[in-house]
T-cell receptor
């Protein structure tokens, strides 16, 4: 069966510090991978998605970046965090080659920037 | 533009039935998804409609009217564990989900 893990689950970072969130999927090949952010009381905002290694599409201009160094690994990074980067970050995967609406989410990473 | 409208919060009684409505406007349409999200957790997939009509899945049913840009999620025999947010998310012409802010459902005994 397929599983998805992301870490860390919780982190508190000072403004201006770097960020690295990691997500790995097991049990499937060539998944579509996604990074979302959810602010309190708001809908999920798509940050990045990837259909293959090294292929990243950015949906929202910001100080975040994403990389997919391996087929089932997706990393969200920032060189310098802003207060507005606080939120609940979710990694997700879907089956490639089909309609991409059924997403399977990781446990989430709650980021607080102080 | 793209827009999703669903009530912010609803309250219902254990054992009862509740209907959560969603209206949407998207650039193209390739189906509509409902997700459940418990507080502090990630969303989980509930249902999917691509054609007009009702899809039933146990205690949960979802309805779609494409011409009206309207969907609802119907929850029967409510249980306390159904207390969660319910997210309506149509799939646009680029096969990307457009997420609403969700409806927080509070179940009272």
């Amino acid at each position: 069966s397929q599983t998805i893990h992301q870490w860390p689950a919780t982190l508190v970072q000072p403004v201006g510090s770097p960020l690295s969130l990691e997500c790995t999927v097991e049990g499937t090949s060539n998944p579509n991978l996604y990074w979302y952010r959810q602010a309190a009381g708001r809908g999920l905002q798509l940050l990045f998605y990837s259909v293959g290694i090294g292929q990243i599409s950015s949906e929202v201009p910001q100080n975040l970046s994403a990389s997919r160094p391996q087929d089932r690994q997706f990393i969200l990074s920032s060189k310098k965090l802003l207060l507005s980067d606080s939120g609940f970050y979710l990694c997700a995967w879907s089956v490639s080659g089909r309609d991409t609406g059924e997403l399977f989410f990781g446990e989430g990473s709650r980021l607080t920037v102080l | 533009g793209q827009n999703i409208d669903q009530p912010t919060e609803m309250t219902a009684t254990e054992g009862a039935i509740v209907q959560i409505n969603c209206t949407y406007q998207t650039s193209g349409f390739n189906g509509l998804f409902w997700y459940q999200q418990h507080a502090g957790e990630a969303p989980t997939f509930l249902s999917y409609n691509v054609l007009d009509g009702l899809e039933e899945k146990g205690r949960f049913s979802s309805f779609l009217s494409r011409s009206k840009g309207y969907s609802y999620l119907l929850l029967k025999e409510l249980q306390m564990k159904d207390s969660a947010s319910y997210l309506c998310a149509p799939l646009d012409s680029n096969y990307q989900l457009i997420w609403g802010a969700g409806t927080k459902l509070i179940i009272k005994p």
